[in-house]
């Protein structure tokens, strides 16, 4: 380990990241209900993940789904299979120098942000999340600063995406247990840097004001949102019931965004918390250049504020869902390598 490693302050840390690059739709699957190509996507190689590298993004997002890989309580062991898989995929990335962000993603069976639980059931489930990243915290004690572990993803109630306060206080308790777990778990854990969502990691007032950070003595606590936004440009038309929106226009997005990213930078940045927004993005209408100029405002309105951003790709490219997709797994080519670009060069004016 080198000498400095893990000396900076989370907001040194964060500077050093320009963009990232979500590896979305293949570990984040159930190992029981398909393992990494349930979702359709290739086998990764990590040919795509020098490819990611080599196009200027320094950091990438790799979801990973641990429901089915651990058993059953007091222990819930991992699988050591799917716990090898995800750390052959972490060293590839740590090897193609990127930053590199690890998180517990669709564990809503087991994981839920919810007031209707009894104390009896939360702490079960707290339990479980103790256990569960004790484990995965252990697994990568001996890993250099440019991992960073991210406790949750989108933990809500059900179907609720805005939250009430009894769910608040659940997703700060889990946050605690999660940075706990981290912790104690040896090695470089004591000082690795840590990535904490709110309700739903969704950017309103509400969510926001409710997050309390756990207490951390090394400060090395970062807090993650995302915000696809303006939502009737960023996605599909079934998903936020708007009207088609191909056209993109920089008031839209000051409109739509300005109050979340105000309040990030408010809430967090200038107190020395730093922001990483770790999904954003829009879908493919056969709009590339609107596309561009979204994220390059996208970029500019969040860099001035010191929130980095993340693409969310899960290679889809076309059709009337979620088609998120830049680059292409089976060719390792850049479908919309623009928007990749116009994202890289966007970014590195403030990092």
């Not at 040919?47 to 200027?56: C, N, P, S, Y």
């Not at 120098?97 to 489930?125: D, P």
């Not at 918390?273 to 709009?287: A, C, F, L, R, T």
């Not at 889809?316 to 680059?327: I, Y």
Request: hydrophobic residues 40%; aromatic residues 10%; proline residues 3%.
């Amino acid at each position: 380990m080198q000498t400095n490693a893990f000396s900076k302050s989370a907001m040194e840390f964060a500077a050093q990241i320009n963009c990232g690059w979500n590896l979305g739709n293949s570990l984040d699957v159930a190992k029981g209900w398909g393992g990494e190509t349930g979702w359709g996507n290739p086998v990764i190689a990590k040919e795509l993940i020098q490819t990611v590298a080599d196009k200027g993004f320094n950091t990438i997002r790799i979801p990973v789904t641990w429901d089915t890989a651990f058993g059953p309580a007091p222990d819930y062991q991992l699988d050591q299979d799917w716990l090898s898989r995800v750390r052959e995929v972490v060293d590839w990335a740590i090897d193609c120098g990127l930053f590199v962000i690890v998180n517990t993603h669709h564990e809503g069976r087991w994981l839920k942000a919810s007031g209707k639980l009894t104390e009896q059931q939360i702490r079960e489930m707290l339990d479980t999340l103790h256990a569960v990243w004790t484990q995965i915290a252990k697994a990568f004690a001996s890993y250099p600063e440019q991992l960073i572990l991210e406790g949750c993803n989108e933990v809500r109630d059900g179907d609720d995406w805005s939250g009430y306060p009894a769910a608040f206080e659940v997703i700060n308790r889990i946050n605690e247990t999660f940075v706990k777990a981290v912790r104690a778990a040896g090695g470089n854990n004591a000082k690795r840097y840590l990535l904490l969502n709110g309700y739903a990691a969704i950017g309103t007032n509400d969510v926001l004001n409710a997050i309390r950070l756990p207490d951390d003595p090394e400060k090395h606590l970062m807090v993650s949102a995302h915000l696809y936004k303006p939502a009737d440009f960023s996605f599909p038309p079934f998903v936020s019931h708007g009207k088609d929106e191909t056209v993109y226009q920089t008031a839209d997005l000051e409109e739509t965004a300005t109050e979340a990213f105000d309040m990030l930078q408010t809430l967090f940045v200038q107190k020395n918390v730093p922001v990483i927004i770790g999904e954003m993005g829009s879908v493919n209408k056969n709009n590339t250049a609107d596309r561009v100029r979204h994220v390059q405002d996208y970029i500019r309105m969040t860099g001035m504020r010191g929130i980095k951003c993340i693409w969310w790709d899960n290679n889809v490219f076309g059709g009337e869902g979620e088609a998120f997709g830049l680059l292409n797994r089976e060719t390792l080519e850049w479908t919309f390598g623009e928007v990749a670009d116009a994202m890289v060069e966007q970014a590195n004016r403030y990092c």
